[in-house]
């Protein structure tokens, strides 16, 4: 039996960014040596075999070396909660399944970034949203949250949700998934510091760009040194787990 250690990356909504910037997440941690993977527990709205997927994505800019089916062992075509693709295709999920699932990346990476399904209030099985599977794994959360208009909402919605559970946050990203600015959206200029303050000390720990070339991995890995703290990222992602995981009680 292993265990878990890793980061569960959650965003504001879906169509965020949290794949590009898991993506490149991975991909810088492990210019730095270190052994990272990258699991998407569920994904819907989509289909294998395209290059299109989440997990094709997470692999094609990473460059690590596994099938799409094992780093999402669930793909489901329905562009809606996987709860609603999933039933549609008529398989009924259930997280202990999920989580069972990803037991072998679990074993087989020294650390893991996990990517959501949309945001943490989505339906990710019929009794269970997104966010019971965060706390289930037992790992702290990283937010990807838009740049523009609204995501001060968003953002401190999701803090307060997660901090209800009791499920540490890492810090948040804000990835500028439109390509805007400040004379676009002038809210661009203070919703860092208007995210920062309402959330009670947590910290923006950078604002990832807009890319032209979101597949290139030279480039992720750059746009991460420029725009990302890592240091605090690194640290959690090392800094847990150990023999009485309680996840480890859940699997047999
Ligand atoms: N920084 C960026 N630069 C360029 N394009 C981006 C950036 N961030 C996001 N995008 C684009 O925006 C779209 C939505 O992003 P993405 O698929 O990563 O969202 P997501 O949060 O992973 O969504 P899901 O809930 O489906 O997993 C994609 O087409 C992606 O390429
Ligand atoms: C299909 C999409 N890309 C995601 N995989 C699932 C997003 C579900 C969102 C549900 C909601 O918040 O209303
Ligand atoms: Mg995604």
Redesign the pocket.
């Given at each position: 039996m292993s265990t878990l250690r890793g980061m569960f990356i959650t965003?504001t909504?879906?169509?965020?960014?949290?794949?590009?910037?898991?993506?490149a997440l991975a991909a810088a941690l492990r210019a730095e040596g270190l052994d990272a993977g990258v699991w998407?527990p569920v994904?819907?709205?989509?289909l294998l075999g395209r290059g299109a997927t989440?997990a094709e994505?997470l692999l094609q800019s990473t460059g690590i070396c596994e099938r799409p089916e094992a780093v999402a062992p669930f793909t489901f075509e329905a562009p809606l909660s996987p709860m609603l693709a999933a039933r549609l295709e008529g398989v009924t999920l259930s997280l202990q399944e999920i989580i069972a699932a990803g037991e072998p990346l679990i074993g087989r990476y020294q650390t893991l970034l996990i990517?959501?399904?949309?945001?943490v209030a989505?339906p990710l099985t019929e009794d269970a949203l997104v966010i019971d599977l965060i706390s289930m794994l037992q790992v702290p959360v990283l937010i990807?949250a838009r740049a523009g208009l609204g995501t001060i909402n968003h953002t401190l919605l999701t803090i307060s949700f997660l901090q209800q559970r009791g499920i540490p946050i890492v810090g948040i990203i804000i990835?500028?998934?439109?390509?805007v600015d400040a004379l676009d959206d002038p809210s661009i200029a203070t919703n860092t510091e208007l995210i920062e303050r309402y959330s009670g000390g947590l910290k923006v720990l950078g604002h990832?760009?807009?890319?032209?070339d979101?597949a290139n991995p030279e480039t992720l890995i750059h746009?991460v040194r420029r725009s990302i703290q890592l240091v605090p990222i690194r640290q959690a992602l090392l800094l847990q787990g150990g023999d009485d995981h309680p996840l480890d009680e859940t699997r047999t």
């Open positions: 965003g909504d879906t169509g965020v960014g949290k794949t590009i910037v898991t993506s998407k994904q819907s709205g989509c989440d994505r990517e959501g399904a949309g945001g989505v990807v990835n500028n998934s439109e390509g990832f760009p807009y890319l032209h979101e746009s």
